[in-house]
């Protein structure tokens, strides 16, 4: 059975730096898609970025690229999200999804999801 658990969210001040942490287990990370994705209150969840043997590194919305960064450690099974410069209006709920070979910026085309982690940015 396929798990994902997210962990690393928080309280951080404007222009600070999270690492979001992805656990998977009961697929094989190097094949699979991970995406991580952000609802914030009264929005529409939302891609954020992906990391696939197929696509390599996307990023989706232009307002975190140059700001978080998407690795792999496969001997973990995790994946990261590494952000910095951290705005308010990053502030979210943050969840990893996996949905096979290829990646994608539609929420409702993944098939395993995490519960999430908070992340707010205020001073």
């Known amino acids: 059975q396929v798990q994902l658990v997210e962990s690393g969210g928080g309280l951080v001040q404007p222009g600070g730096s999270l690492r979001l942490s992805c656990a998977a287990s009961?697929?094989?990370?190097?094949?699979?898609?991970i995406g991580w994705f952000r609802q914030a209150p009264g929005k529409e969840r939302e891609g954020v970025s992906c990391?696939?043997?197929?696509?390599?590194?996307?990023y989706w919305p232009d307002s975190v690229k140059g700001r978080f960064t998407i690795s792999r450690d496969s001997a973990k099974s995790t994946v990261y999200l590494q952000m910095d410069s951290l705005k308010p209006e990053d502030t979210a709920v943050y969840y990893c999804a996996t949905r096979g070979w290829y990646c994608s910026d539609s929420p409702r085309s993944y098939d395993y999801w995490g519960k999430g982690t908070q992340v707010t940015v205020s001073s």
């Open positions: 009961g697929l094989i990370l190097e094949n699979s898609a």
């Open positions: 990391i696939s043997k197929r696509d390599g590194l996307l």
